[in-house]
């Protein structure tokens, strides 16, 4: 058996029994923005944070600030202000990190991959040709080269 050491989702483990509780995206909504809780922005009935746990380098989310886990049930003025945020996003991630495109989705229940279920939000994820190379078809390890904080300190002032 092969084992692959990843210390820092121990975090994500402890964090996860916590929010059993409560819902970590309200709580950081309520938070200063900073490196630390990660939000990049703060639109009319959204907010755009880089997401902890990241599928690629630079991968965003995009909440809406009402707790909602039903996404027929978002008004049409939550709606506006996630586009806009979704747009912002993309126009920011490509003039900084220039990728060949994105990945902009959701995953509507935990049967879908929600890792957050109760709470909506919509995925940014900057692709670039050859991401997929060999290190995940092959090794089945995705390689990052930044940290989200360091992605935090190289989008914070273009939002």
């Known amino acids: 058996m092969k084992l692959m050491w990843a210390p820092w989702r121990m975090k994500f483990i402890l964090n996860s029994k916590k929010e059993a509780d409560g819902c ?5 909504q309520n938070q200063e923005d900073s ?11 959204s907010y755009i944070i880089i997401n902890k746990y990241p599928y690629n380098t630079a991968h965003l989310m995009v909440v809406p600030k ?10 049409a003025s939550t709606m506006a202000s996630i586009s806009s945020d ?4 993309v126009a920011v991630l490509t003039e900084v990190y220039k990728p060949a495109g994105f990945n902009i989705g959701m ?3 935990q049967a879908a991959g929600a890792g957050i279920p109760k709470h909506l939000h919509w995925h940014i994820v900057p692709r670039w040709i050859g991401d997929n190379n060999f290190m995940p078809i092959v090794g089945g390890t995705k390689v990052l080269p930044e940290t989200p904080e ?5 989008l914070k002032d273009r939002f």
């Open 24 to 28: 970590v995206l309200c709580d950081l």
């Open 35 to 45: 490196q630390e809780n990660l939000i990049l922005h703060r639109g009319s009935e």
């Open 66 to 75: 009402v707790h909602e886990s039903d996404f027929t049930k978002l008004t």
């Open 86 to 89: 979704l747009q912002k996003a």
């Open 107 to 109: 995953n509507l229940g």
């Open 150 to 154: 360091e992605t935090y300190s190289r």
